[in-house]
């Protein structure tokens, strides 16, 4: 597509969750419950950064994971990455908590967030891991969703792109019955958030990624090129200043004062 102006940057899988953040945040419909409605916003290291742009201040990230995939043999350092702090509910811009009676609180319009462990970006589909019997935080939302026409929202970076169809890897894993050891994966349609949907939303400009991975902290880096009038490429370059240098997750938990 012809274009005034061009340009092409990397961004670390921080610097993604960022950048990611901000566009969840600047979704029509999450704006709409922020201020008259409610959002839930449930445990992964992304949400934290969508929790941390909704609130307009830090949280304690760490706090704020569920699963997690780390090297083979890496000593979990203790408490450093947990499940402490519990999923967060805004309700008309005040932060509190979901109890019991929270499913019945939602209604049309709200907002569940929720971001996944695959993503089938073309096909607009995101897969989950799935551990627990009841179908854990999925299993708990998705019919809710469904039901009472909420707003379920994906927040993805890029680097979790898998290859191959995903509806055809999660039929795999429910053949295999009782033979499975490990995680089955739930696919559904989402609202998904990535880089690109959030360079679109904030700056009008279009994105593409030409490129992924990196080293010395830049695994899983995504190369993108932003494209479209002087104006829209200019907004993207100060976005980018902006985010670049965002910490990686172990460098923010070790922040003096942290």
Known sequence: MPADALYTFSLTVAEGKRLIGRGV?????????????????????????????????????????????????HPERGKLLSADTPEVVIRRGQRGEGDEGLIGELSAGDVVIKSPNALDYDGGMVGYLIGASDGGTVGKYLGPCHGKHLHFVAPCGLEKQVAGDLVEASLLLTEAGAKLRGPSLWVTPAEIMTELDAIALLTGAEAVQIAAGGIMGAEGAAWITAFGSEEQVGAVRSLVEEIQGEPEMLEYATQPGD
């Open 25 to 73: 945040a600047a979704l029509p419909q999450v704006r709409r419950a922020l201020s008259d409605g409610i959002i839930v916003v449930t445990r992964s290291t992304t949400s934290g950064y969508v929790l941390e742009e909704l609130l307009g201040a830090k949280i304690d990230r760490r706090s704020f994971v569920t699963g997690k995939t780390l090297p083979s043999g």
